[in-house]
């Protein structure tokens, strides 16, 4: 988990450099998910307890409800963007042929990334308005990714734009979605 969560950093910081030690790492979208993806998304399920310490009207069972759905969406939307990035990505990859490793390698970190702006959201005390801008710091991390994922030159900002509906909007919505039916 250290691994992914290094490199989740590391994408903010420098999605180049990041997208580079991603791919030097070759693994699989299996192992990413297992040794990676999973154990954070437990971690983004517990940060949701975090807000019982400084929120007095939030109850404990509201929390775990908010730690399930968050989960919940999280978990179903890794799937529902790949299966959405495999339906639009043909025509915009050298080939015509999607890469199902790096597609899915690439789905499981980004959405990861939407995990750890839920993180820091959590731990943070108070409603400042930036945290709800966090999700926008992927756009460049996923215009970093075109290369990695073997996206055409010429269609860079259309990926960029259907990646950033699958893996940044859907999530979101998909949580927010939750959240919503369960309070």
């Known amino acids: 988990m250290w691994l992914y969560i290094r490199q989740l950093i590391q994408l903010v910081l420098s999605p180049s450099r990041g997208w580079e030690d991603i791919s030097a790492a070759a693994q699989t979208p299996a192992e990413v998910q297992r040794s990676g993806y999973v154990p954070w998304l437990a971690v983004t399920a517990a940060s949701e307890l975090v807000p019982l310490w400084y929120s007095p009207g939030l109850t404990v069972w509201a929390a775990i409800e908010s730690a399930i759905a968050v989960a919940g969406a999280m978990f179903v939307s890794v799937y529902l963007a790949r299966i959405f990035?495999?339906?639009?990505?043909?025509?915009?990859?050298?080939?015509?042929?999607?890469?199902?490793?790096?597609?899915?390698?690439?789905?499981?970190?980004?959405?990861?990334?939407?995990?750890?702006?839920?993180?820091?959201?959590?731990?943070?005390?108070?409603?400042?308005?930036?945290?709800?801008?966090?999700?926008?710091?992927?756009?460049?991390?996923?215009?970093?990714?075109?290369?990695?994922?073997?996206?055409?030159?010429?269609?860079?900002m259309a990926f960029t734009g259907l990646a950033a509906v699958a893996v940044i909007v859907l999530p979101m919505c998909m949580a927010g979605l939750l959240l919503l039916i369960t309070h």
């Open 85 to 156: 990035l495999d339906m639009t990505l043909r025509e915009h990859v050298d080939g015509g042929e999607v890469n199902p490793v790096r597609t899915g390698v690439f789905v499981l970190y980004t959405v990861g990334l939407v995990c750890l702006y839920r993180v820091v959201a959590n731990l943070l005390p108070a409603a400042l308005t930036l945290v709800h801008f966090l999700p926008l710091l992927s756009v460049p991390v996923i215009f970093k990714a075109a290369r990695y994922v073997g996206v055409k030159t010429d269609s860079v």
